[in-house]
């Protein structure tokens, strides 16, 4: 009887696996498990950002936070599902160019859709920054995406809103691209607050567009806008190359894998997501982010591996 049992629980866990297994991770990226602390990583308010990735809102002129970041891993074998790397999708939908030779491209729109296929359980990477900040577990969230934020880690909010200078971790891309149309920025860098005299100092640089909740299964849509600052991006600028194959063939150009822990690095650049399943890059694996909230208090949580699972069932 304890036979048949022990069975059925372990059928019943494969049952569960089969309609969970083809699903994109979306992981807790406070402190814990986030480490280290005190990393000085975050705003005045929250230096060590224990609390999560942190934002500034226009149109209210405040902060918030977002306690988990969803990820696009590649469905079979890399920790993505139904919707694979498709799970954050961005395509080129307009170009501008200049009308005087030599024709520079200077804007274009993307479309860009996140689909929730939460939680997933096939085996996939963490992830880490240019920060040094990493994973030490891997716990899943399930269900709804709350409050969902997509930044563009490939661009700036202003002209003005820029570092002082372009050093480590910040890497100058230039001409920059603009975001034009975004709902908030994203901070980055080292807290002007922090004791170990850690330069170069901070802000809320990254461009950060809201897409509301997104429930099991469904997506939401925004059109994200960009400029680019004169001369723009010229032939030989391999931005451009991959803006225009997204525009021509539908190719899509948002990423962001695992390996990737909150704005890991910017400014990153443009890259045609290939599918492969952790592309070096654009580094590590993403030129874009997406941040959510879950329910308080609480939340379902999948942990991971499905051998975990099963083993619980016979404590």
């Given at each position: 009887?304890?036979?048949?049992?022990?069975?059925?629980h372990?059928?019943f866990a494969?049952?569960?696996?089969?309609?969970?297994?083809?699903?994109?991770?979306?992981?807790?990226?406070?402190?814990?498990?986030?480490?280290?602390?005190?990393?000085?990583?975050?705003?005045?308010?929250?230096?060590?950002?224990?609390?999560?990735q942190?934002?500034?809102?226009?149109?209210?002129?405040?902060?918030?936070?977002?306690t988990?970041?969803?990820?696009?891993?590649?469905?079979?074998?890399?920790?993505?599902?139904?919707?694979?790397?498709?799970?954050?999708?961005?395509?080129?939908?307009k170009?501008?160019?200049?009308?005087?030779?030599?024709?520079n491209?200077i804007?274009?729109?993307?479309?860009?859709?996140?689909?929730?296929?939460?939680?997933?359980l096939d085996?996939?990477?963490?992830g880490?920054?240019?920060?040094?900040?990493?994973?030490s577990?891997?716990?899943?969230?399930?269900?709804?995406?709350?409050?969902?934020?997509?930044?563009?880690?490939?661009?700036?909010?202003?002209?003005?809103?820029?570092?002082?200078?372009?050093?480590?971790?910040y890497?100058?891309?230039?001409?920059?691209?603009?975001a034009?149309?975004?709902?908030e920025?994203?901070?980055?860098?080292?807290?002007?607050?922090?004791?170990?005299?850690?330069?170069?100092?901070?802000?809320?640089?990254?461009?950060?567009?809201?897409?509301?909740?997104?429930?099991?299964?469904?997506?939401?849509?925004?059109?994200?806008s960009?400029?680019?600052?004169?001369?723009?991006?010229?032939?030989?600028?391999?931005?451009?190359?991959?803006?225009?194959?997204?525009?021509?063939?539908?190719?899509?150009?948002?990423?962001?894998?695992?390996?990737?822990?909150?704005?890991?690095?910017?400014?990153?650049?443009?890259?045609?997501?290939?599918?492969?399943?952790y592309?070096?890059?654009?580094?590590?694996?993403?030129?874009?982010?997406?941040?959510?909230?879950?329910?308080?208090?609480?939340?379902?949580?999948?942990?991971?591996?499905?051998?975990?699972?099963?083993?619980?069932?016979?404590?």
């Amino acid at each position: 009887m304890k036979h048949a049992s022990f069975l059925y629980h372990i059928l019943f866990a494969i049952l569960i696996c089969s309609f969970i297994v083809r699903a994109a991770p979306s992981l807790q990226i406070t402190k814990p498990p986030v480490v280290p602390v005190p990393s000085w990583t975050g705003p005045v308010q929250d230096p060590h950002a224990v609390a999560g990735q942190w934002f500034y809102d226009y149109a209210s002129s405040t902060t918030n936070r977002r306690t988990h970041e969803f990820y696009d891993n590649v469905f079979p074998g890399g920790g993505g599902g139904p919707a694979s790397f498709g799970a954050i999708n961005g395509v080129v939908v307009k170009l501008y160019y200049d009308l005087n030779p030599p024709f520079n491209l200077i804007g274009f729109d993307i479309l860009a859709m996140i689909i929730n296929d939460t939680p997933a359980l096939d085996p996939f990477l963490p992830g880490s920054n240019q920060h040094n900040e990493n994973l030490s577990e891997i716990e899943q969230y399930a269900g709804e995406l709350f409050d969902v934020k997509l930044t563009a880690e490939f661009a700036v909010s202003d002209i003005l809103n820029i570092p002082l200078l372009w050093i480590p971790p910040y890497f100058d891309n230039f001409p920059h691209i603009i975001a034009t149309n975004e709902d908030e920025i994203a901070w980055y860098c080292w807290t002007p607050e922090n004791e170990e005299a850690l330069t170069p100092y901070g802000n809320y640089y990254v461009p950060t567009w809201d897409f509301g909740n997104i429930a099991p299964g469904a997506s939401a849509s925004r059109v994200l806008s960009f400029s680019v600052i004169p001369p723009g991006l010229d032939l030989g600028d391999f931005r451009r190359a991959a803006l225009e194959m997204s525009f021509n063939d539908g190719s899509d150009i948002l990423m962001n894998r695992t390996t990737s822990l909150k704005i890991s690095t910017w400014l990153d650049t443009l890259f045609i997501d290939m599918g492969t399943p952790y592309p070096e890059e654009p580094l590590r694996g993403s030129d874009c982010s997406v941040f959510h909230n879950i329910p308080e208090p609480a939340a379902v949580i999948i942990l991971f591996p499905l051998l975990f699972i099963v083993r619980k069932l016979y404590t």
